[in-house]
């Protein structure tokens, strides 16, 4: 089992950027391909974006391709998302997860989720 650990939500305006961070610890962080997903109130959890285990390959939702960025430093244990132009659509909780299959996009897939971070984008 992986702990996870995000940070780095808060409120922002529109156009403004955040940067959250996902710390695990337990088990090898680099033997998991890693996500983000996000939900809104009174909508699903929806995949954001996806990074192998070596961080060679990575996925994203068209919803935030060319303004997020995912990346991994697997030294430090740390999973990151840039998230930059942000719109009041991207309010919502923010996950981070496991997945020991690799880069996928469906939620039940992936194992260990951590708690969630609140990214608020106001306009």
């Known amino acids: 089992q992986v702990q996870l650990v995000e940070s780095g939500g808060g409120l922002v305006q529109a156009g403004g950027s955040l940067r959250l961070s996902c710390a695990a610890s337990?088990?090898?962080?680099?033997?998991?391909?890693m996500g983000w997903f996000r939900q809104a109130p009174g909508k699903e959890r929806e995949f954001v974006a996806a990074?192998?285990?070596?961080?060679?390959?990575?996925y994203y939702a068209d919803t935030v391709k060319g303004r997020f960025t995912i990346s991994r430093d697997n030294a430090k244990n740390t999973l990151y998302l840039q998230m930059n132009s942000l719109t009041p659509d991207d309010t919502a909780v923010y996950y981070c997860?496991?997945?020991?299959?690799?880069?996928?996009?469906?939620?039940?897939?992936?194992?260990?989720w951590g708690q969630g971070t609140q990214v608020t984008v106001s306009s």
């Open positions: 990074i192998s285990r070596s961080g060679g390959s990575t």
């Open positions: 337990g088990r090898t962080f680099s033997n998991y391909a």
């Open positions: 997860a496991t997945n020991p299959s690799g880069i996928l996009s469906n939620a039940p897939s992936y194992g260990s």
